[in-house]
């Protein structure tokens, strides 16, 4: 757009990184002073910024940017510093490490978007109860998991031994996202991102156990470990896009790619790596560690002859001469 016009309103915006307004200062005298020091219109928390560092002049041709000898200069964008210069609707300046942008106050803005935290499924981890639910579901899946695999009588002290450890896990894993949520939109949200991770644990914990005895029933074994790999990236993509929602407000259709792709690479890439590895022979048998309940089956199995008959031609076709 072109020079700023007579008698138009404006605001100075103080941007962050993101380019995201800090905070709006009116242009509303013939002359504002920006800098550091606690007498100038426009403050700016900055130790690369002069006490006094620049000023803006409110004149007939529009709006202008003059620099007060300062020690690193004023810039319009990242390239240009200048000793004074007329600003247009939108342009950036840059003062030290600080960003500022000059806007007309009947300059059109987005409309507002939808909180999915507030609206959307999402919102439920804020539920407190739901706290509760994500705390008594990973309980409840670590001790029916460790009844299952334990080979010792299952005692207070194994049990304890079983929860202490992933709970301490997911007391950093939500320490971490709090943290991040907390440097980017000033609120940590810890107990929702701890719902979101103890919820995340029951449902994988439940996976590992059911899809193996779906993989038995339908006699889907070889695919077994590829259907798990699948139905847990999917779980852990759905957990870092929850994650995401309460940092970021972007849009979800990124967000839902992201947490997807990060999923991907976090467990398919071991996944890709022991399957590269993996021999056509090899000397150690392959078994499954726990029995499956026959009355899980579905799928209809060999009978004893017909494993008795292959097992006879295996024997005659491995003496037989070559």
Same mark, same amino acid.
């Given at each position: 757009?072109?020079? &700023? ?17 800090? %905070? ?6 013939? @002359? ?16 690369? &910024? ?15 940017? @003059? ?14 510093? &200048? ?28 409309? $507002? ?7 959307? *499924? ?24 460790? *009844? ?9 002290? #194994? ?20 943290? #991040?949520? @907390?440097? $980017?939109?000033?609120?940590? %949200? ?14 994988? #914990? ?13 006699? *889907? %074994?070889? @695919? ?8 847990? #990236? ?27 792709? &990060? ?27 726990l029995l499956k309940p026959p009355g899980a089956r579905l799928a209809e199995g060999r009978s004893v002859e017909d494993f008795l008959a292959d097992t006879e031609r295996f024997r ?7």
């Amino acid at each position: 757009m072109g020079p &700023v016009t007579e008698g138009a309103d404006w605001v100075v915006e103080v941007l962050d990184r993101a380019g995201r307004v800090l %905070h709006r200062v009116p242009v509303s005298a013939s @002359r504002m002073t920006l800098g550091r020091a606690p007498d100038n219109d426009v403050i700016l928390d900055d130790p690369f &910024v002069d006490p006094h560092h620049a000023e803006l002049q409110v004149e007939e041709a529009g709006v202008r940017l @003059r620099d007060l000898d300062s020690l690193n200069g004023s810039w319009l964008g990242t390239r240009k510093r &200048v000793a004074a210069a007329p600003l247009t609707d939108g342009q950036r300046i840059h003062l030290g490490h600080s960003i500022l942008r000059l806007r007309s106050v009947t300059a059109a803005v987005p409309p $507002a978007r939808r909180d999915a935290t507030s609206h959307g *499924w999402v919102s439920l981890f804020r539920r407190p109860w739901m706290l509760a639910v994500g705390v008594l579901a990973t309980v409840a899946t670590l001790t029916f998991d460790a *009844w299952v695999e334990e080979t010792r009588s299952l005692n207070a002290g #194994i049990l304890a031994n079983q929860l202490a450890y992933p709970f301490l896990g997911l007391l950093l894993w939500a320490g971490l996202w709090a943290g #991040i949520n @907390r440097i $980017a939109s000033h609120r940590a %949200h810890f107990p929702v991102h701890l719902a979101i991770g103890t919820l995340g644990l029951a449902c994988g #914990i439940a996976l590992n156990q059911l899809v193996p005895l779906l993989a038995f029933a339908v006699d *889907w %074994h070889e @695919r077994a470990s590829w259907l798990l790999l699948v139905a847990e #990236i999917g779980l852990v993509g759905v957990a870092l896009f929850a994650h995401l929602q309460y940092i970021s407000h972007g849009r979800r259709s990124l967000q839902a790619l992201a947490a997807v792709l &990060v999923s991907a690479v976090l467990l398919g890439s071991p996944a890709l790596g022991d399957w590269l590895r993996r021999d056509d022979f090899s000397s150690l048998p392959l078994l499954e560690p726990l029995l499956k309940p026959p009355g899980a089956r579905l799928a209809e199995g060999r009978s004893v002859e017909d494993f008795l008959a292959d097992t006879e031609r295996f024997r005659e076709g491995f003496e037989s001469p070559p």
